[in-house]
């Protein structure tokens, strides 16, 4: 768990741009990494284009949707029981720990192999230049101690960048994430630098196709973008307007 690190303001961030695939993993380290294939996996395989592309089936979906909202209610369990104890921080470790051990066993009963595999790449490049804290990666690029630290402290480098460009945003959300975007590729630029030729060509195959689609929070099955919903009753309501009526405030205008 080296290195795993959690705040609300970075969960915040991580979901407000999601859709632009510019989350990163709590902490960055290995622990990190390893808490975004599973938590994040989870939370990747809600998006319609992610299921599209991993071919999941109706018996599946039904499967994740419920699995989903145990997973939801663990967490508000986990969260209501560390705000009535106040802020530990081996606590709140231990409590992703265990959220990110319930996703990855929930990926590996739902998903076959392929599936799993095929997951496992977009998660990667999901990840930008923190996959590279994988284990997986770094045994399969076979990374020297020498490069693991370089990695670690480009990283390190872009997650303090990243809260100077939350702060100096002051809340513009679509200034943010055009600036992390720029940082994110940067950075990713500057991991690969630390590679030899063959770790980059290997690594490349590890990624796999790229992935095109969008990430979604929704779980599909109509959601709309973001995974927010409309709802019939307001839609009927709007419809069932006269002309001429103007507006109240509580007509979500």
């Known amino acids: 768990m080296r290195g795993f690190k959690f705040s609300l303001a970075a969960a915040a961030l991580a979901t407000a741009i999601v859709g632009l695939a510019v989350a990163q ?3 960055g380290g290995r622990g990190g ?18 299921q599209k592309d991993l071919k999941i089936t109706d018996e599946q979906k039904t499967k994740l949707e419920d699995a989903v909202k145990k997973e939801t ?18 606590k709140m470790q231990a409590a992703f720990k265990e959220m990110a ?11 076959n192999a392929d599936q799993q595999k095929r997951l496992k790449q977009i998660t ?13 990666v770094e045994s399969g690029l076979k990374l020297t101690d020498e490069q693991k630290d370089k990695i670690k402290g480009i990283n390190d480098e872009m997650r303090e960048d990243v809260q100077n460009i939350a702060r100096e945003s002051q809340g513009n959300r679509e200034e943010m994430q055009t600036k992390i975007v720029a940082l994110r590729k940067e950075t990713m630029e500057k991991a690969e630098g630390v590679l030899t030729a063959d770790q980059k060509k290997s690594f490349s195959t590890m990624l796999g196709a790229k992935f095109e689609g969008k990430i979604e929070m929704g779980m599909g ?14 839609d009927k309501k709007d419809g069932d307007k006269k002309d001429g009526d103007k507006p109240k405030r509580g007509d979500g205008v």
């Open 101 to 111: 051990e319930m996703a990855d066993k929930t990926i590996k009963d739902i998903l």
């Open 33 to 50: 990494m390893q808490a975004m294939r599973g938590a994040g996996g989870l939370m990747m395989l809600r998006s319609p284009d992610v």
């Open 25 to 27: 993993p709590p902490g």
């Open 124 to 136: 990667w490049q999901q990840a930008g230049s923190a996959a590279f804290a994988d284990k997986d």
């Open 73 to 90: 209610e663990k967490r508000q369990e986990q969260m209501a029981s560390m705000k009535d104890g106040g802020f530990d921080k081996d």
């Open 221 to 234: 099955g109509g959601q709309g973008k973001g995974g927010r919903t409309k709802s019939k009753d307001k």
